[in-house]
T-cell receptor
């Protein structure tokens, strides 16, 4: 079946511009996670959605970052007024409600802020 | 609080040799532990996971890992390396009592290089 998909696969933007990154989770997966992978670093948790519950935003690095999930499916991560340090790979993952410890990752969006 | 330390940012082996990637964790509760593999320009793929059942866990592609509580370790091994094993490997820990979120903490990764 289809896995987690993310778009765009690559994004180049200028400092100060806003960007939107999209994640389509696996159908039926109610949990959705966003992570950031910076060069030479591990994965940094950003935000977690579970069904209709309030999202866990504890990993968002600043108020320039926000995310939403519409209809319990597609999620959009928005970065406002991008900075060069926002350059990274942004990964999305989803999991089943009964197996939330097992996450399935998308291919990521590579963001470069010039 | 939980943390993961992966010893060695790069590990180089010859094709056919033993692969050993080291992971030590810190957790205040019995953890869940994971190894993921990431090929270039791809997302992470789960290799194997430990969720408090058997301490020796077998995963895909011939990899296995052993949970050693006394050593707080979860090292990844494979008896014989293949060229296709060259990738980045991440160890991760999560707290099963985290209210159901299972948000993992990842190590910084180990790049496995396989020489012919």
């Amino acid at each position: 079946g289809a896995g987690v998909s993310q778009s765009p696969s690559n994004k180049v933007t200028e400092k100060g511009k806003d960007v939107e990154l999209r994640c389509d989770p696996i159908s039926g997966h109610t949990a959705l996670y966003w992570y950031r992978q910076s060069l030479g670093q591990g994965l940094e948790f950003l935000i977690y959605f579970q069904g209709n519950s309030a999202p866990d935003k504890s990993g968002l690095p600043s108020d320039r970052f926000s995310a939403e999930r519409t209809g319990g499916s597609v999620s959009t991560l928005t970065i406002q007024r991008t900075q060069q340090e926002d350059s990274a790979v942004y990964l999305c993952a989803s999991s089943l409600i009964g197996q939330r410890e097992t996450q399935y990752f998308g291919p990521g969006t590579r963001l470069l802020v010039l | 609080a939980q943390s993961v330390t992966q010893l060695g940012s790069h590990v180089s082996v010859s094709e056919g040799a033993l692969v050993l990637l080291r992971c030590n964790y810190s957790s205040s509760v019995p953890p869940y532990l994971f190894w993921y593999v990431q090929y270039p320009n791809q997302g992470l793929q789960l290799l194997l996971k430990y969720t408090s059942a058997a301490t020796l866990v077998k995963g895909i592609n011939g990899f296995e890992a052993e949970f050693k509580k006394s050593e707080t370790s979860f090292h990844l091994t494979k008896p014989s390396a293949h060229m296709s094993d060259a990738a980045e490997y991440f160890c991760a820990v999560s707290d099963p009592a985290s209210g159901g979120s299972y948000i993992p903490t990842f190590g910084r990764g180990t790049s496995l290089i396989v020489h012919p």
